[in-house]
């Protein structure tokens, strides 16, 4: 007997197969403030969220809240205008339950972006950091509890969780686009609250070189199910500073949309060698 789990995907995308039935191979998770690379997509359909069957519905400002199918670069994809969030209230099931409907919709391959921290000390604003890896230890495992087999092991290995070989395209592409891109470890933290300055020499003393609240708990999800993936961060806020300034969440979105024109690039490039 299917679990609850499996009966609501299967649920879920028999609705979603109802409104749309090509096939998207590439899946994208747009950030706070990067919803623009939407308008680079030949749109073949939407779905908001709130008509999604077991969809939750994205709170914050900045997401749009919307499933976009459509083409990009030539490929067949799919796009999450607007993403969830442990600290929204949502269970990390629920956070990584839209990266289980691509799996099953046929995603292979995951782009995902967002707003970052910078605790690298040669960060600036307005960087993007290729994510080469992450630290999960501040956030909860959304593969708690019993495993579905049919979505992958019980023990899934991590040794590789952001594509080597999409790494390395990145970089290239970033080379003939003229980006001077970063790379280095994400750090996912719950939120809401902006980190303390205590917290963010924790976060560079244990190896992180930003720190964010999305992206951990939906890649776990993404590598569980077998989906390749590629992450970047836009730095827009600093945590490691002299001065003692605070950090708005209008600021991070001003800085997002700032950034934004250079990673709407690299994402259409990554998506055409995929």
Same mark, same amino acid.
Request: aromatic content about 8%; charged content about 20%; cysteine-free.
């Given at each position: 007997?299917?679990?609850?789990?499996?009966?609501?995907?299967?649920?879920?995308?028999?609705?979603?197969?109802?409104?749309?039935?090509?096939?998207?191979?590439?899946?994208?998770?747009? @950030?706070?403030?990067?919803?623009? +690379?939407?308008?680079?997509?030949?749109?073949? &359909?939407?779905?908001?969220?709130?008509?999604?069957?077991?969809?939750?519905?994205?709170?914050?400002?900045?997401?749009?809240?919307?499933?976009?199918?459509?083409?990009?670069? @030539?490929?067949?994809?799919?796009?999450?205008?607007?993403?969830?969030?442990?600290?929204?209230?949502?269970?990390?099931?629920?956070?990584?339950?839209?990266?289980?409907?691509?799996? =099953? +919709?046929?995603?292979?391959?995951?782009?995902?972006?967002?707003?970052?921290?910078?605790?690298?000390?040669?960060?600036?604003?307005?960087?993007? =950091?290729?994510? &080469?890896?992450?630290?999960?230890?501040?956030?909860?495992?959304?593969?708690?509890?019993?495993?579905?087999?049919?979505? @992958?092991?019980?023990?899934?290995?991590?040794?590789?969780?952001?594509?080597?070989?999409?790494?390395?395209?990145? &970089?290239?592409?970033?080379?003939?686009?003229?980006?001077?891109?970063?790379?280095?470890?994400?750090?996912?933290?719950? @939120?809401?609250?902006?980190?303390?300055?205590?917290?963010?020499?924790?976060?560079?003393?244990?190896?992180?070189?930003?720190?964010?609240?999305?992206?951990?708990?939906?890649?776990?999800?993404?590598?569980?199910?077998?989906?390749?993936?590629?992450?970047?961060?836009?730095?827009?806020?600093?945590?490691?500073?002299?001065?003692?300034?605070?950090?708005?969440?209008?600021?991070?979105?001003?800085?997002?949309?700032?950034?934004?024109?250079?990673?709407?690039? +690299?994402?259409?490039?990554?998506?055409?060698?995929?």
């Amino acid at each position: 007997m299917a679990s609850i789990l499996m009966r609501q995907l299967e649920e879920t995308i028999s609705f979603i197969r109802t409104e749309y039935s090509a096939t998207p191979k590439v899946g994208i998770i747009l @950030g706070s403030g990067l919803g623009n +690379l939407v308008q680079e997509i030949e749109i073949e &359909k939407e779905i908001s969220y709130s008509r999604i069957p077991n969809f939750p519905v994205s709170t914050v400002e900045g997401h749009s809240g919307k499933l976009i199918f459509g083409r990009l670069s @030539g490929q067949q994809v799919v796009v999450m205008a607007g993403r969830f969030h442990f600290y929204e209230g949502y269970t990390p099931q629920q956070v990584a339950f839209p990266v289980r409907v691509m799996k =099953m +919709l046929g995603v292979a391959t995951l782009l995902l972006s967002n707003a970052a921290g910078g605790v690298h000390p040669d960060f600036g604003i307005g960087d993007l =950091m290729i994510i &080469k890896d992450h630290i999960s230890l501040f956030t909860i495992n959304p593969l708690l509890g019993a495993n579905e087999d049919e979505l @992958g092991p019980r023990f899934p290995d991590m040794s590789e969780p952001y594509a080597k070989a999409l790494i390395a395209k990145a &970089k290239i592409i970033g080379e003939k686009l003229g980006y001077h891109l970063k790379e280095g470890v994400y750090t996912g933290v719950t @939120g809401p609250t902006f980190e303390t300055h205590a917290e963010y020499r924790l976060i560079k003393a244990v190896g992180g070189d930003a720190v964010g609240m999305s992206t951990v708990q939906e890649v776990i999800a993404a590598r569980h199910a077998g989906i390749t993936v590629f992450a970047i961060s836009v730095i827009t806020d600093l945590g490691i500073r002299d001065e003692e300034n605070t950090i708005t969440h209008e600021e991070v979105l001003a800085a997002a949309k700032d950034a934004e024109p250079k990673l709407t690039m +690299l994402f259409k490039e990554m998506v055409a060698v995929i």
